[in-house]
Every structure is written in C-alpha cells, then in structure tokens.
C-alpha cells in the first residue's frame, strides 16, 4: 500500500517496494578538510549537516527492506573519463588527480573517494561510481532502477544545487518521481541550497516534491506498525 510523506507542494505518496534511496557524493573528497571542495575554496564544515539526516534515512530504509544506492563523483586513474573542460575549470589550490593528504583528489580508488565513515555501505547495497555531475550519466543506474521495477526516489547527499540537483533533473526526465530530503543535503552555499530546494518544488513540483528525514522515517515506522 502506499504512504504518503507530508512535503512541498503535496504529499508525496510512495511504496516502498518500489522506491529507492539514493545517496548522492557523501565523499571524503567534499567533506573533509583536503579533499576536492576544500581546494575550490569552500568550507567544507558547512556539508558535515547533511550527515545525520542520511544517517537516520539510511536506518529508516534499510529497517524497511527499501533498495539503497550511493553514488560517488571521481575519474579513473588514467582520467581519460575527465573532460578537460572539468579538469582545467578555476583556479584551484589542487586539481584532479593531483596528490593530496587523502590520494589523488577525485580519482576512484583513493581514500578521499570514499564514502564517510558514518555512512558506509552495507554488504549488497549498491555503489554507483559516476564520471559527471548526474548519477545517471555514464552509469548503470537506470537499468538498475527498470530490472528492480522502482518508480519513485527519495533522494539526498551534496551539493544541493549541483549533484543532487542534476540527478533529480535527470530522474524527472525518465519518468521516475523524486522526493528529495532536505535536510539530508547541503552546500557550501547556505542560500544555494535554500534555493535550490524551492526550485525543485516550485510550479506544483516541477521536478519533484520536497520533505525531510524525520516525516520519512516516521511514515516507514506507521506503515510497519
């Protein structure tokens, strides 16, 4: 049966059997001092909020038996799946697959592309390693998402108006729905975020339907009652 989530601009109405979350770019690389943000100039501290609200969705998911996706943003070794357009962007302090005090910045394989402790996979879920901004450019997640029959995402992680933004522009594009969590996102831009949230609910949920941890969890633990 489905639960419906209070959120922005409507409830959200889901089946768990049908939805999956997916955790965007929650990366040593973008939280931690070192990593890929630190070297464009941000402050990384301002990503370590969205932390326990994925924890608690994690939890919540995980308790109910939903499918459970992370993604990871980073190149190959050899970066020729790195467009030079990204990878000559700016004036950073360091840039891809530079060294730096977690490996080579943004390259798979190395401990800044890990996931953050708290939040590390459990054995059989999923681990999407994207090239691109989109979760679905370049990746096995679609077909991943059809052989499952999943119709409806509930979607967190960093950046709020990059990452988690694409992905969702990308889901709407395929017909799937998304919730996203937004107090499981963050950016380096308070007002980015702030921003970005509205622009996926605006106009009756052009892109989909805003809510937070907490009414998510709460609706998987009446359904389960």
């Not at 922005?8 to 979350?21: C, G, N, V, W, Y």
């Not at 630190?38 to 038996?65: F, M, Q, Y």
């Not at 390693?129 to 509930?154: S, V």
């Not at 990308?170 to 980015?192: H, K, M, T």
Request: charged share 20%.
């Amino acid at each position: 049966m489905p639960i419906a989530i209070p959120a922005e601009p409507s409830d959200f109405e889901f089946d768990p059997a049908r939805t999956a979350l997916i955790v965007i770019d929650m990366q040593r690389d973008f939280l931690e001092p070192g990593g890929f943000g630190e070297t464009l100039g941000n402050g990384v501290s301002l990503l370590a909020a969205a932390i326990g609200p994925c924890k608690v969705a994690l939890d919540a998911a995980r308790a109910n038996g939903m499918l459970v996706i992370h993604t990871r943003e980073g190149h190959r070794p050899d970066l020729s799946d790195a467009p030079p357009a990204k990878v000559l962007r700016g004036a950073p302090s360091k840039r891809i697959g530079d060294p730096g005090p977690m490996g080579r910045i943004l390259v798979r394989g190395e401990p800044g592309h890990d996931i953050v402790a708290e939040l590390t996979p459990l054995p059989g879920e999923p681990v999407i390693d994207k090239p691109g901004k989109g979760a679905f450019y370049a990746t096995e997640l679609e077909p991943m998402l059809r052989h499952r029959d999943i119709e409806a995402l509930l979607v967190a992680g960093v950046t709020t108006e990059v990452c988690v933004h694409t992905t969702v522009r990308e889901a709407n594009d395929r017909g799937f729905r998304c919730a996203v969590l937004g107090d499981a996102c963050a950016s380096y831009f308070p007002e980015f975020h702030a921003m970005a949230l509205r622009m996926v609910s605006a106009q009756g949920g052009i892109f989909g339907w805003v809510t937070d941890t907490a009414a998510f969890a709460a609706s998987l633990q009446g359904d389960r009652a």
